[in-house]
Protein backbone atom coordinates (compact mmCIF):
# COMPACT_ATOMS: atom_id res chain seq x y z
CA UNK A 1 0.00 0.00 0.00
CA UNK A 2 0.94 3.68 -0.62
CA UNK A 3 0.54 6.58 1.43
CA UNK A 4 0.90 10.22 0.99
CA UNK A 5 1.87 12.83 3.99
CA UNK A 6 0.78 15.96 3.31
CA UNK A 7 2.52 19.16 5.20
CA UNK A 8 3.42 21.67 2.87
CA UNK A 9 3.89 25.33 4.26
CA UNK A 10 3.48 23.82 8.16
CA UNK A 11 0.02 21.72 7.57
CA UNK A 12 -0.98 19.97 8.18
CA UNK A 13 -0.45 18.85 11.99
CA UNK A 14 -0.63 16.09 13.56
CA UNK A 15 -3.66 17.04 15.95
CA UNK A 16 -6.45 17.45 12.69
CA UNK A 17 -5.38 13.88 11.62
CA UNK A 18 -8.82 12.64 13.43
CA UNK A 19 -10.74 15.52 11.10
CA UNK A 20 -8.56 14.62 7.79
CA UNK A 21 -9.30 10.56 8.48
CA UNK A 22 -13.23 11.96 8.75
CA UNK A 23 -13.22 13.94 5.62
CA UNK A 24 -10.92 11.03 3.08
CA UNK A 25 -14.01 8.75 4.65
CA UNK A 26 -16.65 11.11 3.67
CA UNK A 27 -17.91 11.86 6.86
CA UNK A 28 -17.71 15.13 7.14
CA UNK A 29 -17.99 18.13 4.19
CA UNK A 30 -15.39 19.89 3.05
CA UNK A 31 -15.81 23.30 4.93
CA UNK A 32 -15.80 21.37 8.00
CA UNK A 33 -12.67 19.57 7.26
CA UNK A 34 -11.40 23.43 6.12
CA UNK A 35 -12.49 24.99 9.56
CA UNK A 36 -11.54 22.29 11.71
CA UNK A 37 -7.78 21.64 10.46
CA UNK A 38 -6.33 25.45 10.79
CA UNK A 39 -5.00 25.24 6.91
CA UNK A 40 -3.60 28.63 6.07
CA UNK A 41 -4.90 30.70 2.87
CA UNK A 42 -2.87 28.75 0.49
CA UNK A 43 -4.45 25.00 1.03
CA UNK A 44 -6.53 25.62 -2.17
CA UNK A 45 -3.40 24.91 -4.27
CA UNK A 46 -2.65 21.67 -2.32
CA UNK A 47 -6.60 21.05 -2.00
CA UNK A 48 -6.17 18.66 -4.99
CA UNK A 49 -3.73 16.28 -4.16
CA UNK A 50 -6.01 15.61 -1.13
CA UNK A 51 -9.06 15.17 -3.23
CA UNK A 52 -6.98 12.80 -5.28
CA UNK A 53 -6.28 10.48 -2.14
CA UNK A 54 -9.56 10.49 -1.04
CA UNK A 55 -10.75 9.18 -4.54
CA UNK A 56 -8.21 6.32 -4.85
CA UNK A 57 -8.66 5.76 -1.03
CA UNK A 58 -4.90 6.56 0.13
CA UNK A 59 -4.16 7.13 3.47
CA UNK A 60 -3.06 10.57 4.26
CA UNK A 61 -1.03 11.16 7.06
CA UNK A 62 -0.44 14.79 8.93
CA UNK A 63 3.34 15.20 9.56
CA UNK A 64 3.87 17.90 11.21
CA UNK A 65 3.67 19.16 14.76
CA UNK A 66 1.16 21.92 15.99
CA UNK A 67 2.50 25.27 15.58
CA UNK A 68 2.49 26.44 19.45
CA UNK A 69 5.38 24.02 19.60
CA UNK A 70 7.37 25.61 17.08
CA UNK A 71 6.68 28.78 18.63
CA UNK A 72 7.60 28.03 21.88
CA UNK A 73 11.37 26.50 20.48
CA UNK A 74 11.79 29.57 18.87
CA UNK A 75 11.54 31.28 22.18
CA UNK A 76 12.87 28.94 24.53
CA UNK A 77 15.39 26.40 22.70
CA UNK A 78 14.79 22.99 21.83
CA UNK A 79 15.30 21.76 25.49
CA UNK A 80 11.97 24.02 26.66
CA UNK A 81 9.53 20.70 25.00
CA UNK A 82 11.58 18.01 27.50
CA UNK A 83 8.75 18.37 30.03
CA UNK A 84 6.32 17.44 27.42
CA UNK A 85 7.95 14.09 26.91
CA UNK A 86 5.81 12.26 29.94
CA UNK A 87 2.30 14.36 29.22
CA UNK A 88 -0.31 14.03 26.46
CA UNK A 89 1.57 15.91 23.84
CA UNK A 90 3.80 13.45 23.70
CA UNK A 91 2.15 11.99 20.33
CA UNK A 92 1.97 15.44 18.77
CA UNK A 93 5.64 15.88 19.10
CA UNK A 94 8.90 13.60 17.85
CA UNK A 95 11.03 11.54 20.33
CA UNK A 96 11.93 14.18 22.54
CA UNK A 97 15.11 15.45 23.14
CA UNK A 98 14.87 15.82 19.21
CA UNK A 99 17.92 15.91 17.19
CA UNK A 100 19.52 19.58 16.79
CA UNK A 101 20.40 20.77 13.41
CA UNK A 102 23.68 19.76 11.59
CA UNK A 103 26.70 22.03 10.88
CA UNK A 104 25.85 21.91 6.86
CA UNK A 105 22.35 23.02 7.71
CA UNK A 106 22.87 25.14 10.00
CA UNK A 107 25.20 26.86 7.43
CA UNK A 108 22.36 26.85 4.83
CA UNK A 109 19.85 28.12 6.87
CA UNK A 110 22.11 31.37 8.56
CA UNK A 111 22.73 31.84 4.23
CA UNK A 112 18.95 31.85 3.59
CA UNK A 113 18.53 34.09 6.60
CA UNK A 114 21.18 36.34 5.48
CA UNK A 115 20.57 36.68 1.97
CA UNK A 116 16.97 38.32 3.43
CA UNK A 117 18.49 40.44 5.12
CA UNK A 118 18.48 38.95 8.46
CA UNK A 119 22.21 38.95 10.64
CA UNK A 120 20.63 38.34 14.07
CA UNK A 121 23.12 36.31 15.68
CA UNK A 122 20.63 34.70 17.58
CA UNK A 123 18.80 33.32 14.85
CA UNK A 124 20.64 29.54 14.80
CA UNK A 125 19.54 29.41 18.11
CA UNK A 126 15.98 30.08 17.54
CA UNK A 127 14.76 30.00 14.07
CA UNK A 128 16.85 26.73 13.46
CA UNK A 129 15.42 25.12 16.35
CA UNK A 130 11.85 25.35 15.44
CA UNK A 131 12.82 24.53 11.74
CA UNK A 132 14.87 21.27 13.12
CA UNK A 133 11.85 20.83 15.43
CA UNK A 134 8.88 20.31 11.77
CA UNK A 135 12.37 18.43 10.26
CA UNK A 136 12.23 15.93 13.20
CA UNK A 137 8.48 15.45 13.51
CA UNK A 138 7.86 15.00 9.91
CA UNK A 139 10.62 12.39 9.96
CA UNK A 140 8.84 11.03 12.41
CA UNK A 141 5.80 10.78 10.96
CA UNK A 142 7.59 8.76 7.80
CA UNK A 143 9.07 6.68 10.45
CA UNK A 144 5.72 5.56 11.70
CA UNK A 145 4.27 5.17 8.33
CA UNK A 146 6.38 3.19 7.00
CA UNK A 147 5.69 0.50 9.56
CA UNK A 148 2.72 -1.03 8.40
CA UNK A 149 3.31 0.79 4.59
CA UNK A 150 5.78 -0.29 1.71
CA UNK A 151 6.15 2.89 0.49
CA UNK A 152 5.29 7.09 1.73
CA UNK A 153 5.74 10.03 -1.11
CA UNK A 154 5.92 12.96 1.21
CA UNK A 155 5.04 16.88 0.25
CA UNK A 156 7.22 19.19 2.00
CA UNK A 157 8.84 23.28 1.26
CA UNK A 158 11.96 21.64 -0.15
CA UNK A 159 14.46 23.66 2.16
CA UNK A 160 13.51 20.53 4.24
CA UNK A 161 14.99 18.48 1.94
CA UNK A 162 17.69 20.19 0.04
CA UNK A 163 20.80 18.59 -0.03
CA UNK A 164 19.31 15.80 1.66
CA UNK A 165 20.19 17.62 4.93
CA UNK A 166 17.01 18.13 7.63
CA UNK A 167 14.62 16.03 7.16
CA UNK A 168 16.32 13.68 5.07
CA UNK A 169 19.27 13.21 8.30
CA UNK A 170 16.84 12.89 10.76
CA UNK A 171 14.90 9.91 8.94
CA UNK A 172 18.19 8.56 7.99
CA UNK A 173 18.78 8.00 11.89
CA UNK A 174 15.40 6.83 12.78
CA UNK A 175 15.85 4.52 9.37
CA UNK A 176 19.43 4.07 8.58
CA UNK A 177 18.47 1.87 6.03
CA UNK A 178 15.78 2.88 4.39
CA UNK A 179 15.73 4.23 0.81
CA UNK A 180 14.77 7.57 -0.25
CA UNK A 181 14.59 9.70 -3.31
CA UNK A 182 14.16 13.66 -3.05
CA UNK A 183 12.34 15.31 -5.71
CA UNK A 184 12.98 19.45 -5.34
CA UNK A 185 10.94 21.27 -8.11
CA UNK A 186 11.60 25.06 -8.42
CA UNK A 187 10.77 27.61 -10.58
CA UNK A 188 13.07 28.87 -13.21
CA UNK A 189 13.64 31.64 -16.18
CA UNK A 190 15.45 28.97 -18.29
CA UNK A 191 13.85 25.31 -17.85
CA UNK A 192 16.50 23.79 -19.99
CA UNK A 193 19.61 23.84 -18.50
CA UNK A 194 20.02 24.40 -14.48
CA UNK A 195 22.40 26.82 -12.76
CA UNK A 196 24.74 26.10 -10.67
CA UNK A 197 23.19 26.50 -7.17
CA UNK A 198 20.44 24.63 -8.86
CA UNK A 199 22.36 21.67 -8.97
CA UNK A 200 22.61 18.93 -6.79
CA UNK A 201 19.47 20.49 -4.69
CA UNK A 202 17.72 17.00 -4.86
CA UNK A 203 18.30 13.54 -6.31
CA UNK A 204 15.81 14.80 -9.34
CA UNK A 205 15.13 18.78 -9.95
CA UNK A 206 12.28 19.76 -11.77
CA UNK A 207 12.30 23.11 -13.63
CA UNK A 208 8.66 24.87 -13.72
CA UNK A 209 8.46 27.97 -16.21
CA UNK A 210 8.25 31.19 -13.67
CA UNK A 211 5.94 33.13 -16.11
CA UNK A 212 3.30 30.07 -15.60
CA UNK A 213 2.84 30.64 -12.08
Not at 101 to 127: C, D, H, L
Request: a negative charge; aromatic letters at 6%.
Amino acid sequence: MKAILVSPLSFYDRECQTVLDEYLADLIPLDTFLSDSRPPGNHADYQPLLDLCKADHLPVIAANCPRRYTRMVSKGGRDCLNPLASTSARPLLPPLPYEGASQKYKENFIEIMRAMGNSNPSVPTTMLDAQSLWDATMADSIHQGLASLDRVVHVTGYFHIQYRLGLVEHLARLRPNTEMLTIVMLPAEDTREMSEEQKNIADLVVLTDIETL
